[in-house]
């Protein structure tokens, strides 16, 4: 069994649409695949509906949240997206996707960058806007050779010259409202340091002392001492360990499926979640 726990559609910043995205999983040979688009659930009902025989849909989303002044992201599994806390919380976080988007585009033509408000939201589309937008902006612009190169201290990581910080939710907060919704929370690629600053193992405990349930450790953006530390650390503190490509279409050159979880941590996240059950496909065509 392959199992893909992170990808993004145009419901938030990919470029596959949610029925593409599924019809694609299935095509690189997946048997399980989780859509986890940025503070959102939007795209589910599509995915849903397109899903083929023999490709299960885990549904979820990553939140956006910030602990001590570092961002970080927080997935959620199998969580009731109709929970009105949990989806005020995504709501508030939404919503404060484009004045901020605006904020970093104004930041950059402080820096000379030509960039236009325009060419961003055309790329974004129906999607919620973010980073990955901007930093296409900035490939089409010649400023930068791909999306990761964009997420740097010179322009959009963490702090970065054009960075601006946008609502997010306290961890600790996510954790107890996805636990609320029926949910199950995991970590996403908590040693992603050239995004910026990276949260302590400490307070990686603190968050699996409040319930957090695992810990994505196989991911493109952790080299292999990375990985290493971080699962010793996921096996000190009785933390899952997922694997999973965080999937962006062709914004990001990692395949689905590149990165995989055992399917033995992906039938306990099944165990755990009491607000949604995985979508087995109904045969949604494989063609568009």
Same mark, same amino acid.
């Not at 593409?20 to 997946?30: D, M, Q, T, Y």
């Not at 907060?173 to 029926?182: C, E, H, S, T, Y």
């Given at each position: 069994?392959?199992?893909?726990?992170?990808?993004?559609?145009?419901?938030?910043?990919?470029?596959?649409? =949610?029925?593409?995205?599924?019809? +694609? !999983?299935?095509?690189?040979?997946?048997?399980?695949? #989780?859509?986890?688009?940025?503070?959102?659930?939007?795209?589910?009902?599509?995915?849903?509906?397109?899903?083929?025989?023999?490709?299960?849909?885990?549904?979820?989303?990553?939140?956006?949240?910030?602990?001590?002044?570092?961002?970080?992201? $927080?997935?959620?599994?199998?969580?009731?997206?109709?929970? =009105?806390?949990?989806?005020?919380?995504?709501?508030?976080?939404?919503?404060?996707?484009?004045?901020?988007?605006?904020?970093?585009?104004?930041?950059?033509?402080? &820096?000379?960058?030509?960039?236009?408000?325009?060419?961003?939201?055309?790329?974004?589309?129906?999607?919620?806007?973010?980073? =990955?937008?901007? !930093?296409?902006?900035?490939?089409?612009?010649?400023?930068?050779?791909?999306?990761?190169?964009?997420?740097?201290?010179?322009?959009?990581? +963490?702090?970065?010259?054009?960075?601006?910080?946008?609502?997010?939710?306290?961890?600790?907060?996510?954790?107890?409202?996805?636990?609320?919704?029926?949910?199950?929370?995991?970590?996403?690629?908590?040693?992603?340091?050239?995004? %910026?600053?990276?949260?302590?193992?400490?307070?990686?405990?603190? &968050?699996?002392?409040?319930?957090?349930?695992?810990?994505?450790?196989?991911? $493109?953006?952790?080299?292999?001492?990375?990985?290493?530390?971080?699962?010793?650390? #996921?096996?000190?503190?009785?933390? &899952?360990?997922? %694997?999973?490509?965080?999937?962006?279409?062709?914004?990001?050159?990692?395949?689905?499926?590149?990165?995989?979880?055992?399917?033995?941590?992906?039938?306990?996240?099944?165990?755990?979640?009491?607000?949604?059950?995985?979508?087995?496909?109904?045969?949604?065509?494989?063609?568009?």
């Amino acid at each position: 069994m392959r199992v893909d726990l992170h990808t993004h559609s145009t419901a938030s910043d990919g470029t596959d649409t =949610p029925a593409e995205l599924v019809r +694609n !999983a299935a095509a690189a040979g997946l048997d399980v695949v #989780a859509l986890t688009d940025h503070d959102s659930t939007r795209g589910h009902a599509e995915a849903i509906a397109a899903l083929p025989a023999g490709l299960t849909l885990v549904t979820g989303a990553e939140l956006s949240c910030r602990l001590d002044g570092i961002g970080l992201h $927080m997935l959620a599994y199998l969580f009731d997206p109709d929970e =009105p806390e949990l989806a005020r919380e995504r709501e508030l976080v939404r919503d404060d996707r484009v004045p901020r988007a605006q904020g970093m585009v104004g930041k950059l033509r402080e &820096l000379g960058v030509p960039i236009e408000w325009d060419q961003v939201a055309r790329i974004a589309g129906d999607g919620s806007v973010g980073r =990955p937008h901007i !930093a296409s902006a900035l490939m089409e612009l010649g400023v930068v050779e791909s999306v990761s190169d964009a997420f740097t201290p010179d322009w959009l990581a +963490n702090g970065g010259r054009a960075y601006v910080e946008k609502h997010e939710l306290d961890p600790f907060d996510a954790i107890r409202l996805v636990k609320a919704a029926g949910g199950v929370t995991v970590f996403a690629h908590p040693g992603a340091a050239k995004r %910026g600053d990276t949260v302590s193992e400490s307070a990686i405990a603190a &968050l699996a002392a409040a319930g957090l349930d695992g810990i994505e450790v196989d991911h $493109m953006d952790h080299d292999g001492p990375t990985r290493a530390r971080i699962r010793g650390l #996921a096996a000190d503190l009785g933390l &899952l360990t997922t %694997g999973s490509s965080d999937y962006h279409g062709s914004r990001k050159t990692v395949r689905l499926g590149e990165f995989t979880t055992d399917p033995e941590i992906y039938g306990e996240i099944t165990r755990r979640a009491t607000g949604a059950f995985p979508v087995p496909g109904a045969g949604g065509s494989l063609l568009p």
